[in-house]
């Protein structure tokens, strides 16, 4: 129950085009959604939370989804540049974030020129 | 400084020897977060600090890992006797008291145990 399930394990996009990870949770109570992304050698860097009072987030090109009742969640990033090519993790907490975090296994993204 | 330090950067050890790992948060963080990330294992979670007192100390992994922070600022973690399967980046968060801002992550040490 603690687990969150994140898909695909490695996703290939072409510049421009836009850029999709899925994860899913069962704990309901988790109430706090962030991601995070990784440059190789660094450590993640926090790049947009949602909580579930609300559907959608976005920040610049990166939105997040959030669908309740199926506890799933998804970043989208629009527009993807060879620059966004990291690692990226998905995460849950209870306690608004001052919990743990449990991450997702990680989607390694390769935006292509 | 301005995001959380860690220290070394990168620690080569033998078997059986005792290593200790450092965290500076970012100042005025009240809770800090020890995660461990393997290839096999992910990103996962070892123990958190609330001030100086651990609430939750579930992720350690076994008696031979130890964790303290002192005067509610740096926090060294401790492995005894290390084995092959304890290498692994160690990562160490922070955030505010209530967790709103959401969780900083340090750039981690990597632990190679020979």
């Known amino acids: 129950q603690q687990q969150v399930k994140q898909s695909p394990q490695s996703l290939i996009v072409q510049k421009g085009g836009i850029s999709i990870i899925n994860c899913a949770y069962e704990?309901?109570?988790?109430?706090?959604f962030p991601w995070y992304q990784q440059f190789p050698g660094k450590g993640p860097a926090l790049l947009i939370a949602?909580?579930?009072?609300?559907s959608e987030k976005k920040e610049g090109r990166f939105t997040i989804s959030f669908n309740k009742s199926a506890k799933q969640f998804s970043l989208h990033i629009m527009d993807s540049q060879p620059g966004d090519s990291a690692t990226y993790f998905c995460?849950?907490?209870?306690?608004?974030?001052?919990?743990?975090?449990?991450f997702g296994a990680g989607t390694r993204l390769a935006v292509h020129p | 400084g301005a995001g959380v330090s860690q220290s070394p950067s990168n620690k080569v050890t033998e078997k059986g020897k005792d290593v200790e790992l450092r965290c500076d948060p970012i100042s005025g963080h009240t809770a800090l977060y020890w995660y461990r990330q393997s290839l096999g294992q992910g990103l996962e979670f070892l123990i958190y600090f609330q001030g100086n007192s651990a609430p939750d100390k579930s992720g350690l992994p076994s008696d031979r890992f130890s964790a303290e922070r002192t005067g509610g600022s740096v926090s060294t973690l401790t492995i005894q006797r290390t084995q092959q399967e304890d290498s692994a980046v160690y990562l160490c968060?922070?955030?505010?008291?209530?967790?709103?801002?959401?969780?900083?992550f340090g750039p981690g040490t990597r632990l190679t145990v020979l």
């Open positions: 995460a849950a907490s209870a306690s608004g974030g001052y919990n743990k975090l449990i």
């Open positions: 949602i909580r579930p009072d609300v």
């Open positions: 968060a922070s955030t505010t008291s209530g967790g709103s801002v959401g969780q900083f």
């Open positions: 704990n309901t109570a988790f109430d706090y």
